[in-house]
């Protein structure tokens, strides 16, 4: 939904927009008699059946549950961040890098996740810049050595974004960087900004009721199964590797295949 150009999932050759995309699941789902309700889960209980899901102050109950709330990217948190968001300012290099080629980038982070973005922006990107907020990268040795010794990734330490510029023409055109030891504040030019400073589960209502991992993230086994029977986990809720629009619907059609099983073999 944050994407505005979706690019690498099957059967658009010519790309589509991400919320057209989300329009389009949503449409094959009802054509089949799926009965769609938008609310808001504020509470689960799968600690008896039929497990009760509560939503907006009513309660709903079922048989067999999937856990599909995906997780939400890590933000700065700054006003122009979110302004920008599928204009310039992604938390997907592999989404949206192809629409750098010959641009000069940022990536926000010093992890793995950040130093893997930076490393495969470089196939597109004429430079590439690594901001860190400490003097050192978090990163394994292997890529760290590998970011080093590539000639497109430059790095700038002890730093921060406090301001993505220009929200005005509805694209980036630059960043405002703080020094978080001197406090001195300089303007860089850049055509994009990718954040790389982690996600996080969308899973805060099922703790207590799934076991979750230690970030968070729906534990599986044997394909989408929970801890608890019944209960079924699919898509970046429990996926913290692969993260494609395509590889959380391969999950959904295993989550879904499982709950039918479930229900046939008459164990709910």
């Given at each position: 939904m944050l994407t505005t150009d979706v690019e690498n999932y099957p059967g658009f050759p010519k790309g589509i927009l991400g919320p057209e995309l989300?329009?389009?699941?949503?449409?094959?789902?009802?054509?089949?008699?799926?009965?769609?309700?938008?609310?808001?889960?504020?509470?689960?209980?799968?600690?008896?059946?039929?497990?009760?899901?509560?939503?907006?102050?009513?309660?709903?109950?079922?048989?067999?549950?999937?856990?599909?709330?995906?997780?939400?990217?890590?933000?700065l948190n700054i006003s122009s961040e979110k302004a920008l968001q599928g204009y310039g300012v992604s938390a997907c290099a592999t989404c949206d890098g192809f629409f750098?080629?010959?641009?000069?980038?940022?990536?926000?982070?010093?992890?793995?996740?950040?130093?893997?973005?930076?490393?495969?922006?470089?196939?597109?990107?004429?430079?590439?810049?690594?901001i860190h907020r400490r003097d050192a990268l978090r990163a394994s040795k292997i890529m760290q050595d590998r970011a080093f010794s590539n000639k497109k990734i430059d790095f700038i330490w002890n730093s921060t974004i406090t301001d993505i510029k220009d929200p005005l023409e509805k694209k980036v055109t630059g960043i405002v960087l703080k020094n978080l030891k001197t406090g001195q504040t300089i303007e860089k030019k850049v055509d994009g900004v990718f954040m790389?400073?982690?996600?996080?589960?969308?899973?805060?209502?099922?703790?207590?009721?799934?076991e979750l991992d230690v970030k968070g993230y729906v534990k599986v086994h044997d394909g989408t199964l929970t801890n608890v029977p019944g209960v079924f986990a699919c898509g970046d809720a429990q996926d913290y590797k692969y993260r494609q629009a395509v590889t959380a619907a391969g999950t959904g059609?295993?989550?879904?295949?499982?709950?039918?099983?479930?229900?046939?073999?008459?164990h709910a």
């Open positions: 989300m329009r389009l699941f949503r449409d094959q789902a009802a054509r089949f008699g799926t009965k769609l309700i938008q609310q808001d889960v504020s509470a689960v209980d799968f600690s008896k059946r039929p497990f009760k899901i509560t939503a907006e102050d009513k309660d709903y109950f079922a048989r067999s549950v999937i856990i599909s709330t995906g997780a939400s990217a890590n933000w750098f080629k010959g641009k000069e980038v940022a990536v926000v982070g010093g992890g793995d996740s950040a130093v893997e973005e930076a490393t495969f922006l470089t196939k597109f990107a004429t430079k590439v810049t690594i790389a400073i982690g996600h996080t589960p969308n899973s805060e209502i099922f703790k207590g009721q799934v059609c295993m989550a879904a295949l499982d709950a039918e099983r479930f229900l046939e073999s008459g």
